[in-house]
């Protein structure tokens, strides 16, 4: 547990990843400038407040301080203790001398905060919002979006901005990503006749930032669009069985897409095909409720991921000329086995897509510690699919990040059809379809 003052980022993070321990900073009166020190009253308050957000882009996963009520006999007049101004005491003591605490009357009796320990509370809330903007705790070795808005103002933990005002923007930032796009879809009926109709209703409200969003919906097999109405122009197009829909929404506007449908079979169960409702996700403002994709235009990677009991698979057929050959068979138990397609437009945005695709293999993984991935190029999930090249470059960049932080990752033979067998734990949560 080392001070910020010798705090070394490589050791540290060597004792995370391959150790499994747990590093926190602790603070000393002795920790001078230019480095924060949040435990001493005489430091500007942007120390206090800043000090979590120092914590999140170190991977630094706590705090510690060795007291918070080692006051002298007269802390009000008398701050100075311990070699320094309000060393060992976060809260003062009540102004009537006595340490009682009765809940029931206000303000009595009271232990009162220091300024220090309520910016030390607001950082903490700070990082709340970058845990929240990245969904999950930040990796080592990887650049999340989260890291990328605390660099605007913080370059290092001797050099950063002392103006509240660039926290705060910030800040208002990111509050602006978590309160993003959301989407629900839903269904007038569970099970239709023949002949009967029905209707599915979307509803896309926009979020703060004004965008342009793409509806691509395809309704279940034995059912059929008669209309597909929109609640602004232009007017969705329909084809059999789909329907497309792109409309420029505003800040906080929200639109809808009313499709009207018939059952062309007996017993068609139409929740059945409702996945979820859900929100919007912030990466890629796309969600899938049966087969409707929202986004803001573009063709997008696709991951199909499981968490799998057994995972086999053999080399079958070579279908790109300039694959190496192979002749590879193996089994992977207690894997995360991941299905993904790489985009033609993957390129323009290669780091931003390889950090997030990791994430969500990660994601995945943790959900039941899993330490095995596998990871399948599948055509059947493309699009528009990327040159052959960066789509095998761009698979062996997600193999060599996911073993720098502690897993054991397979990739099948690229440019082969494979045999495979795969066995997959029954939780829904086991199979996940992620749009990056």
Known sequence: MPTISNYQVERAHDRQLYHDEEVWWYFLYGDRPPLPNPTVIDRPGIEARITPWLAWLERVQGLVYYSTTDWSSDP??????????????????????????????????????????ELLREGSEDYEYLWLLNESDPQIGITNEADTLAQQFIASRTRFSR???????????????????????????????????????????????????????????????????????????????????????????????????????AGSDQQRHLFRDGTLEREHRGIYLHNSNLSTG?????????????????????????????????????????????????????????????????WLANKRGLKNVVLHSFTHLGGDTAVPEFAQDFLEAMAERLRATGYQVWLTPFGYVCEWDLAVYGESLAKVFKVI
Request: charged share 20%; proline share 5%; net charge neutral.
């Open 76 to 117: 009000w007049s008398q701050p100075w203790i311990n070699d320094g101004n309000g060393d060992g005491f976060m809260f003062y003591p009540p102004r009537d001398g006595t340490i009682a605490f009765d809940a029931c009357v206000a303000q009595s009796n009271r232990l009162v905060s220091s300024i220090r320990w």
């Open 163 to 265: 103006v509240p005002t660039d926290l705060y923007e910030t800040r208002a930032a990111i509050a602006a990503q978590l309160t993003g796009p959301s989407a629900t879809k839903s269904t007038d009926r569970s099970l239709v006749a023949q002949n009967e109709t029905f209707h599915y209703l979307l509803v896309y409200h926009a979020g703060d930032a004004p965008h342009t969003v793409v509806i691509d919906d395809t309704v279940p097999p034995a059912t059929e669009v008669i209309t597909a109405t929109g609640s602004r122009d232009p007017l969705p197009l329909t084809a059999g069985q789909s329907v497309s829909w792109t409309v420029p929404v505003a800040s906080q506007e929200t639109i809808t897409l009313t499709i009207k449908a018939r059952g062309i079979s």
């Open 298 to 362: 573009g063709v997008q990677m696709k991951l199909l991921m499981f968490q799998a009991r057994r995972f086999w698979y053999r080399s079958f057929q070579r279908t790109l000329e300039t694959a190496e050959k192979a002749d590879v068979e193996a089994q992977v138990n207690d894997a995360a086995v991941i299905f993904l397609h790489v985009e033609a437009q993957d390129k323009a945005q290669r780091s931003k897509i390889l950090t997030k695709s990791v994430k969500n293999v990660k």
